[in-house]
C-alpha cells in the first residue's frame, strides 16, 4: 500500500513569495527545504512519519486463528523499520463496562441477553465508540497502530449468526452503525489471517488448556458458527469492505518483515 502524499493532506500547492531582499531565499523554498529535510530524517526512521497521523491496521479472523502471534510479530517488525507502534484488542474486557457485559452473557449470564445478535453487536459497538478518543490520540502520537479485532469482527459474527453473507442487511447496518454513526476511525488496512476451522479450534482449546482465564466462549465452542464466520470473512476481505484487506494463510508463519515494509512503503 504505497502511501500517496495527494491523499494525505499534508502537502498543499502555495504561490511563491518573492524575496524582498535581493539574494535572499523566498519564504516557500525554505519552508520547502525544512519541511522536506524533515520528511527526509523521519524516513530513515518509518516513511509513515510524514502523514502526520498513523497508519490503523487491524487483524481479523477466527478464534485462534493466531492473531496475537501476528500482532507480535508484525510490531516487532515495525519497530525495527525505526516505526512507533500503539496495540489495543477489542473487546476491552477489563476496560469497558460494555464489554463486560459481553463477556458475561457469553458465559452464561444475563438471561438470554446472548442470544440477541443485534443486542449483542450494539454492546460491542459502544465498546469500540467508548474508545473512539483514544484511537485518534494513538493515530497522531503512532506511525502504526495495530489492532485485535475491530467492526469487521461484529459484522462477520453477527451475519454469521443470522445465517446471512457479507451482502446481508446486517453487515450494512454494522457499517451504518460502527463506521457513520458512531465515526469509528476507518482502517488502513485490514488483515485476514485464514485458517481451516479444525484448526483454529484445536489452538483455541489448547489455549483454554495451558492459559490462566482463557475458557472459550459461547461462539468460540460453536464449530459451525466458527465456520460461518469465516465464510463471511472472506466475503467482507473480497469486495473490500469498509477498506484495503490482504489475506494471510494463517496455517503459515508470516513473514512479518515483508508485511511491514508493505504497511510503511
Known amino acids: 500500500m504505497p502511501w500517496n502524499p495527494r491523499r494525505s493532506g499534508v502537502f498543499r500547492v502555495v504561490a511563491p513569495v518573492r524575496p524582498a531582499v535581493p539574494g535572499a531565499r523566498d519564504l516557500t523554498t525554505l519552508a520547502s527545504d525544512v519541511d522536506g529535510r524533515t520528511c527526509r530524517e523521519r524516513a530513515r526512521r518509518c516513511c509513515v512519519s510524514c502523514r502526520g497521523v498513523g497508519r490503523l491496521i487491524v487483524i481479523e479472523g477466527l478464534d485462534g486463528a493466531g492473531k496475537r502471534t501476528l500482532a507480535d510479530g508484525l510490531s516487532g517488525a515495525l519497530r525495527e523499520r525505526g516505526c512507533s507502534v500503539s496495540r489495543a484488542a477489542f473487546p476491552r474486557y477489563d476496560v469497558d463496562v ?135 470473512y472472506a466475503q467482507l476481505a473480497a469486495v473490500g469492505w469498509w477498506s484495503p484487506w490482504r489475506v494471510l494463510d494463517g496455517r503459515e508463519r508470516p513473514d512479518f518483515a515483508e508485511l511491514a515494509a508493505a504497511i510503511t512503503g
Open 98 to 232: 460494555h464489554a463486560e457485559l459481553v463477556r458475561e452473557a457469553l458465559h452464561g449470564g444475563h438471561g438470554d441477553l446472548a442470544d440477541s445478535v443485534y443486542g449483542m453487536a450494539v454492546l460491542y459497538a459502544l465498546d469500540r465508540r467508548g474508545a473512539v478518543e483514544q484511537l485518534r490520540e494513538q493515530l497522531r502520537g503512532n506511525d502504526v497502530v495495530l489492532l485485535d479485532r475491530y467492526t469487521a469482527s461484529n459484522a462477520a459474527y453477527g451475519a454469521a449468526r443470522l445465517h446471512q453473507d457479507a451482502g446481508g442487511d446486517f453487515v450494512r447496518w454494522v457499517h451504518e452503525l460502527e463506521a457513520e454513526r458512531f465515526g469509528l476511525p476507518r482502517p488502513d488496512l485490514q488483515l485476514l489471517l485464514r485458517v481451516p476451522v479444525d484448526v483454529a479450534a484445536g489452538r483455541a482449546e489448547h489455549r483454554e488448556r495451558t492459559e490462566q482465564d482463557r475458557r472459550r466462549d459461547t461462539f468460540e465452542s460453536d464449530a459451525e458458527l466458527q465456520q460461518r464466520c469465516g465464510e463471511v
